[in-house]
């Protein structure tokens, strides 16, 4: 009875986190190359450099602040979404994933060796990349989620066909002109 209950109460659970593995997946195409040109400039190998040397608790401090900044922001934008401010709801959004992927990953990954160190915070890291795994794998064993991936698929080929036929006509009209 327990097990049937502890399910029940987690349905409403994975809805959210499956919402935001999919809309994560779908971003991270158009992202990426935001991040590789943020990173591409000499500053931030720089910055980076010096935040590897920074000891563990000067990382975290410095993790904290876009930290901070980020996740109120998104938060914020749920609720102007929520009350029907569609336009200042998503550049709100934007504007605290874009200082998520650019400030927090980054001081992140620069130092997350060291982050690794504090004992807390490795414990921490490891619990959530577990309930994310889990949580995952629920996601991907489910019916919506294979059919949401077959419908990527098609999508996939229909845009590689297109963008082939695209680019068969272009050739074509370069060499008829």
Same mark, same amino acid.
């Given at each position: ?73 998104? +938060?914020? %934008?749920?609720? !102007?979404?929520? /009350?029907?401010?569609?336009? #200042?709801?998503?550049? =709100?959004?934007? &504007? $605290?994933? +874009?200082? %998520?992927?650019? !400030?927090?990953? /980054?001081?992140?990954?620069? #130092?997350?060796?060291? =982050?690794?160190? &504090? $004992? ?58």
């Amino acid at each position: 009875m327990r097990t049937r209950l502890f399910r029940l109460l987690l349905v409403p659970v994975d809805l959210v986190v499956a919402l935001v593995i999919v809309l994560d997946e779908l971003a991270r195409p158009l992202y990426r190359p935001l991040l590789a040109w943020f990173g591409s400039f000499r500053i931030v190998a720089r910055i980076e450099a010096a935040i590897g040397r920074l000891p563990p608790y000067g990382v975290l401090a410095l993790l904290a602040v876009p930290f901070a900044v980020a996740e109120p922001l998104k +938060l914020l %934008s749920l609720v !102007l979404l929520a /009350r029907g401010a569609w336009f #200042g709801g998503i550049v =709100l959004m934007a &504007i $605290g994933h +874009l200082t %998520s992927f650019l !400030l927090v990953e /980054r001081i992140y990954h620069a #130092g997350r060796a060291q =982050l690794l160190t &504090i $004992g807390w915070f490795a414990r921490c890291m490891v619990w959530l990349d577990r309930i994310r795994e889990v949580v995952v794998e629920r996601v991907k064993a489910s019916a919506a989620w294979r059919r949401a991936a077959a419908l990527a698929r098609a999508v996939r080929e229909r845009g590689r066909a297109w963008l082939a036929w695209l680019s068969g006509r272009r050739q074509r009209d370069r060499n008829s002109g």
